[in-house]
Structure formats: C-alpha cells, structure tokens
C-alpha cells in the first residue's frame, strides 16, 4: 500500500517515485486512481482521468498477469517457452487464472515474482512505466506485436468484436482497447511502448501535458442505436392526458382520478404505492382520490412518467425485467439514503433517479448480441468502466441514450 498524496508531493518536488507489488489489490488500484487525479489536476487535465486509468490499470493488471502466467503453467508442469506446451497451458488459463483473480494473490506473494512501477514528470510529461521480471517468449511476442498491428485499423471495439471468432473468448481485448483509447484520446499511441528485455518486460505510457481532445469518429453503432431512440413511440395519450391534468392548476383531484381509474394498471400502481410502508398509515387506502391526495401530484407524475416509459420498454425488450429488478433496488436505496442524510425532500426525486438511472441500457439490447456479450465481457473482466467502454465501442454510452429517452 502507498498514500498517493505522499507520492504527488515527491513527483511535484521532482523526484522519481517507485513502487513494488507482488500483487495488485482493489485498494491499490484506488491508490493508483486518486495519484492519477491528483496529477491530472495539476495538468489541468482532468478530462483524461478514465481514459488515462484504464491504460494505467491494464498496464498494471497485464504485468501481474504474466506473472501470473508462469505459475500457472509451473503448476501444470509446462514449459511456456514450448509451443505445443504454451497452447495446452492457455487453455486453461482464462478458466483457472482470469476468472478466478482473487486467488492468484496468496501464489504471487509466495513466489520470486514482482511488478515494478515507476512515475515521474520529465520534459512536460507524466511517465509511467511498469516492469515485470519475466521474460516473454518469442512466439508471445508475436501475437502481442500482432495485436498492437491490428488495433491500428480500428476506429473502437465493435471493429475488433467483429474481427474476433467467438473461440478467441475476448482474447487480447485489453491490449487492444488501449490502442483505441490512446488513439481516440488525443494521448497518441506513440506514447505507449512495449520492451522485451533478457530478464524483464517493460511497458511505458507518456501522457503530454498539453493533450488536447479530439472528436472520435462516429461509431456505425452510434447511429443504430439513436434509430433505436427515434423508433420508440410516444407515452400513450391516456398518460399525456393525465400528466396535462397534473400541470393544470385549474384541474381538481376528481378529474385527475377519473382518467387514472380508465388504467388498470396504473390504478393498481398507484394504490400499491400509497399502501407501501413509506406512506402507509393506520388505515388502507382504497380510492383513487385518497391515494392523490397522499402521494401528491409530483409523485404521481413520476409514478407516470415511469409506468409509460417501463410499459414501452417492456414490450420491445425481452431482457427488461432484469434491469428494472436492478433499477428498482437502487430507488429503494436511494429513497432510504436521501431520508437517512436528513434531505427528505430530495427522497421523491432520488428514488426517481434510481430507478431511471439505466434506462439507457434497454436500448443497447437492440443491439447485435455479439457485441453486447463482448462489451459486457470487458466491462466485467477488469472492472472497467462500464461507460467509457460503451461509448469506446458504439460512440455512445448509456447514460446519454438515457437522457435522450426522457
């Protein structure tokens, strides 16, 4: 563990700062992430602060990895400088490796592998570099250097799901996606360096201070899925007419619980909600009129705003009642957070929130399912940002899809 204040303090007096892991832990990684904003900061760079530390952490995460590798395939009893030995080893290194991550820290700690990483500022950069102490195989080198050949043809990752078979299982989707990050950026993926030494592996990442953002190209997905967008039809006319009620002062609670009443779903919504334990009081609420006059028209105009987005959605997409499980979790919690943190009035438009906050992503199974597997795949892997891979492979993430939904 390091404190990246301390670490910030020796990079800004202009020394070189250097750090040792035999593994990298989740707490390591905040460490990493909270030094990078600091030095961002000091760059006026901040814009770069997700982008930057998914490279960082691939580069980090990559050389554990290899190390990783080694004892993998010393368990096995296989050479890994052997080509017959190195595809038997891989076959089994996702499975007993990659997804079994956590596991991997007590065997690194035990074994005579370490990363070293090491900052500093020099000539209006921020350097950054990891090395390993493992060498790389000549046939590994091969197909890294083909990757990194490959990813210089592609715009984002739908470019490089597409150029994948569905046996690669994602291989070498990391290397790859910090090719396009670097190039889409405005870092440059000349500013990212492999050296395969005799006893070592050494990666090197440059960030100029003076990075100025540029407009990736539009992803084909991008416009597929605002098409998307466009197509969904609009609340149904029985709900527009009762939100015209809501904002007509001149409207009485009679009127407004009449047109709810010719909805029997949204009737039954609205009486499950007044029942529910947070307005619930000594006696049950059986009219329409008293459920108006308990939740209030501002919680009933969210309540109708989400059943007509949650009725349009559920009959396009079959998937959507996973998300909104989730999605109704998140209101939950956030309704009990606004009302723990004393901000009662926050709780109606918090629990709103939570429960639209990923809307976006019902959109995204309009999609090829090819992609979504592949996109949630490397969302997943390495914890990544799940938007910032979203928007890195369909130019669009969806929290903006979302926003133009509502």
């Not at 569905?166 to 440059?188: F, H, M, P, V, Y």
């Not at 009486?271 to 529910?276: A, C, E, Q, R, V």
């Not at 334990?277 to 209030?296: E, F, M, P």
């Amino acid at each position: 563990m390091f404190d990246p204040n301390i670490a910030y303090d020796s990079l800004i007096s202009g020394a070189e700062v250097e750090l040792q892991h035999k593994f990298v832990s989740d707490d390591d990684l905040k460490n990493y992430y909270n030094l990078f904003f600091l030095i961002l900061s000091y760059y006026d760079q901040i814009f770069l602060l997700e982008v930057g530390f998914t490279i960082i952490k691939e580069i980090l995460i990559n050389a554990v990895k290899a190390n990783a590798k080694r004892i993998h395939f010393r368990k096995l009893n296989l050479d890994i400088n052997n080509l017959e030995d190195y595809e038997e080893g891989m076959e089994s290194f996702a499975d007993e490796v990659t997804f079994k991550w956590n596991e991997q820290e007590v065997l690194l700690n035990e074994s005579e592998f370490y990363i070293n990483s090491q900052f500093q500022f020099k000539d209006g950069l921020f350097v950054f570099s990891v090395e390993n102490n493992a060498t790389v195989q000549e046939t590994e080198q091969e197909r890294i250097l083909k990757r990194i050949e490959a990813a210089k043809g592609y715009n984002d990752l739908s470019d490089a799901f597409e150029d994948m078979s569905d046996s690669s299982e994602s291989a070498g989707l990391g290397l790859i996606l910090t090719q396009i990050l670097l190039k889409n950026s405005g870092i440059g993926r000349d500013r990212f360096r492999m050296e395969f030494l005799p006893n070592s592996t050494k990666v090197t990442l440059e960030i100029p201070s003076n990075v100025i953002p540029i407009v990736p190209p539009v992803s084909k997905f991008n416009t597929k899925v605002l098409d998307e967008v466009q197509k969904l039809p609009a609340l149904p006319k029985t709900l527009n007419k009762i939100l015209g009620l809501c904002n007509n002062p001149d409207s009485s609670i009679s009127n407004l619980s009449i047109e709810i009443e010719k909805d029997p779903a949204l009737t039954a919504d609205l009486l499950k909600l007044s029942n529910s334990a947070y307005y619930s009081g000594r006696s049950k609420v059986k009219t329409i009129q008293d459920a108006i006059k308990l939740v209030g028209l501002k919680n009933l105009k969210n309540l109708l705003y989400v059943s007509g987005v949650t009725k349009i959605l559920n009959s396009r997409y079959e998937k959507a009642s996973e998300i909104w499980e989730h999605s109704a979790k998140c209101s939950f919690f956030a309704r009990n957070l606004a009302q723990e943190l004393n901000l009662g009035k926050l709780s109606d438009i918090s629990a709103t929130a939570g429960l639209l906050h990923d809307i976006g992503k019902l959109v995204l199974l309009s999609l090829d399912k090819n992609i979504t597997d592949r996109v949630e795949f490397i969302k997943g892997k390495e914890k990544n940002n799940s938007v910032l891979i979203e928007e890195f492979t369909l130019g669009i993430g969806h929290p903006e899809i979302g926003s133009k939904l509502l």
